[in-house]
T-cell receptor
């Protein structure tokens, strides 16, 4: 069973569009990672957050621990943003991340 | 810094063969992880090593063994490969535990026929 659900599973956008990817979790977590997996397979960490909002360039991540929900926003999307975006939650008492299945994003010129 | 390196990048095995996937990090991280990624599923933890000298089972440890050789290296061994172990394997490291940024290796694509 997957305790972390992402939506949408697949997303196609035109260059310049504002994009939102959602992550909901059924169990209590204390914080959450957002990861990006490139078409070639490599995985990089984008954010880790436990409250509020973080911004890095055109990427913004928000989290509401009480509502068990996080969002990743991409402003002014670009074809190079095409990738799979993965959220992963964890609790401070745990040892492992609970990964979502990922959202596959394609940004067309 | 090379970050997290994995070898090999690709491997094809026959059922019953054994092999070891190698992982090394040069960031002086304490914690290391082995994950597998299968189509339609999230990354799943196979084994982890919270610190040098310790290893523990994750969500899907059956059919695998690990060795934390030293602080830098964490290997994953398949003693008798099965087709169900066809997957992409990722090694990752963090400074100390899951609340720190995860650094991933490039992955090993394993096919068991």
């Amino acid at each position: 069973k997957n305790e972390v659900e992402q939506s949408p599973q697949n997303l196609t956008a035109q260059e310049g569009e504002f994009i939102t990817i959602n992550c909901s979790y059924s169990v209590g977590i204390s914080a959450l990672h957002w990861l990006q997996q490139h078409p070639g397979g490599g995985i990089v960490s984008l954010f880790m957050l436990s409250s509020g909002k973080k911004k890095h360039g055109r990427l913004i991540a928000t989290i509401n621990i009480q509502e068990k929900h996080s969002s990743l926003h991409i402003t002014a999307s670009h074809p190079r943003d095409s990738a799979v975006y993965i959220c992963a939650g964890f609790s401070n008492s745990g040892y492992a991340l609970n990964f979502g299945k990922g959202t596959s994003l394609l940004v067309t010129p | 810094n090379a970050g997290v390196t994995q070898t090999p990048k690709f491997q094809v095995l026959k059922t019953g063969q054994s092999m070891t996937l190698q992982c090394a990090q040069d960031m002086n991280h304490n914690s290391m992880y082995w994950y597998r990624q299968d189509p339609g599923m999230g990354l799943r933890l196979i084994y982890y090593s919270a610190s040098e000298g310790t290893t523990d089972k994750g969500e899907v440890p059956n059919g695998y063994n690990v060795s934390r050789l030293n602080k830098r290296e964490f290997s994953l061994r398949l003693e008798s490969a099965a087709p169900s172990q066809t997957s992409v394997y990722f090694c990752a490291s963090t400074r100390q535990g899951i609340s720190y940024e995860q650094y991933f290796g490039p992955g090993t694509r394993l096919t068991v026929t």
